[in-house]
């Protein structure tokens, strides 16, 4: 199978770093099918799906497998990262958090590596977040969430790997998009700059590159 003949499947693809991984793969060759909320402006193929809901998502792939056709890549970047202290964490607000991170990613996993198995090819990358790994308060339902992407992620690659399918995580950093500018303060980014190797701001463009490669065949390992 070419390149050109797959369909790569990106959640939370209407904006911000899921809309910039959209584009890249759609410049690779694939055949992008966006899923948002509602339907993402400006791409070729785009579904609306609330991807916390298994049956919007099961219908949403049914949709896109009709369409396009049945889905080889897999980008599961959808999120939420509020700021909750400990003491104001709920039980309802944790599974909320959870649902949108981490049984989203769980649910289109689910819809799209069936046919992923049949081809005998796929590949799968999730979106956890460098934030797992730093000592950040006030975001535990969001580092529980990050964390059970990453263990999804390492059984799946263990289970997965014998049918020629790959899963891997990437871990961007705080990035600067329209919804973090709106809700961030500059001094945040600053700081963030200070403790990088590259004292800039990571832009969405800067985290394309590896989707790209984890999506194409040289990735196969």
């Known amino acids: 199978m070419t390149q050109s003949s797959r369909v790569a499947v990106v959640t939370g693809a209407g904006a911000g770093i899921g809309r910039a991984y959209a584009e890249r793969l759609s410049a690779d060759g694939f055949a992008v099918a966006g899923v ?11 579904f ?47 599974r909320r958090v959870m649902a949108v991170n981490f049984e989203s990613a769980y649910l289109m996993c689910k819809a799209c590596i069936p046919a992923m198995r049949d081809a005998g090819w796929g590949r799968i990358v999730n979106v956890a ?24 992620t390492r059984a799946l690659a263990t289970e997965l ?22 809700s961030t303060p500059e001094a945040l980014f600053e700081m963030t700059r200070n403790i990088q190797a590259i004292k800039r701001t990571q832009e969405p463009a800067d985290l394309v590159g590896i989707v ?10």
């Open 36 to 46: 948002d909320l509602e339907e993402p402006d400006g791409l070729a193929h785009a």
């Open 161 to 182: 790997g014998p049918h020629g399918i790959t899963a891997n995580v990437v871990a961007p950093g705080l990035t600067r998009t329209a919804t973090m500018e709106a």
């Open 48 to 94: 609306a799906a609330d991807v916390t809901d298994a049956a919007s998502v099961d219908a949403c792939v049914a949709a896109i497998t009709e369409s396009v056709g049945p889905p080889a890549v897999l980008v599961n970047n959808v999120g939420t990262y509020p700021v909750i202290k400990w003491d104001d964490l709920g039980l309802d607000e944790l």
């Open 212 to 221: 790209s490669f984890l999506a194409s065949d040289d990735a196969a390992y």
């Open 129 to 152: 977040s460098r934030t797992f790994w730093l000592a950040v308060p006030d975001m535990a339902a969001y580092l529980a969430a990050k964390g059970a992407v990453i263990g999804l």
